[in-house]
């Protein structure tokens, strides 16, 4: 069974832009995480989705947002890019997200914001 | 406010030995712990999980312990080995509910031969 994956693997950008990262889940997983990795915060939950809804949220400012399609990819979207901006983003799936379920992660999107 | 705390931000071993990751938590409502391995340019892997209800959940080489009155877990390898190197993250989550994983900044482990 093919894994989670996520595109574009590494990413630059500069400040103001804005961007996207895609994530795909594992067949049959209905519920996608994101998180964001820097190296002084570790990792950070940002939100959920399932089926299409956004079912929980990180604190994050309105910047950092998402969407979830009917076959169950995801992507996040992060408008007027920071500096701080720069880290990685990693998506994890599930099937169903509940507490216990194991989330999957996929190898992440490195964004680099100059 | 790191809610998920790993103290040592890196731990080196002999090869066969144990290896002991610790992990602090301060909020009270998670009941619901797990640790995570990453190596270089992969996402995290699942390792081993323990409800707040257990003390103790074992499987293979990997041990983890929960001491809820100090607010604690630890993550035993034994006998380590040159592949378990790797950070390792421990999480938290406070149910019922949906996934919101509580992660700590991490631990590198590097087991030497």
């Known amino acids: 069974k093919a894994g989670v994956t996520q595109t574009p693997r590494y990413l630059i950008k500069t400040r103001g832009q804005q961007v996207t990262l895609s994530c795909s889940p594992i067949s049959g997983h209905r519920s996608v995480s994101w998180y964001q990795q820097t190296p002084g915060q570790g990792l950070q939950f940002l939100f959920e989705y399932f089926s299409e809804t956004q079912r929980n949220k990180g604190n994050f400012p309105g910047r950092f947002s998402g969407r979830q399609f009917s076959n169950s990819r995801s992507e996040m979207n992060v408008s007027t890019l920071e500096l701080g901006d720069s880290a990685l983003y990693l998506c994890?799936?599930?099937?169903?997200?509940?507490?216990?379920?194991?989330?999957?992660f996929g190898p992440g999107t490195r964004l680099l914001v100059l | 406010d790191q809610q998920v705390k790993q103290n040592s931000p890196s731990l080196s071993v002999q090869e066969g030995r144990i290896s002991i990751l610790n992990c602090d938590y301060t909020n009270s409502m998670f009941d619901y712990f797990l640790w995570y391995k990453k190596y270089p340019a992969e996402g995290p892997t699942f390792l081993i999980s323990i409800s707040s209800i257990k003390d103790k959940n074992e499987d293979g080489r990997f041990t983890v312990f929960l001491n809820k009155s100090a607010k604690h877990l630890s993550l035993h390898i034994v006998p380590s080995q040159p592949g378990d190197s790797a950070v390792y993250f421990c999480a938290a989550s406070a149910g019922p509910g949906f996934q919101k994983l509580v992660f700590g900044t991490g631990t590198r482990l590097l087991v030497s031969p």
């Open positions: 994890a799936s599930s099937r169903a997200g509940g507490q216990e379920e194991t989330q999957y």
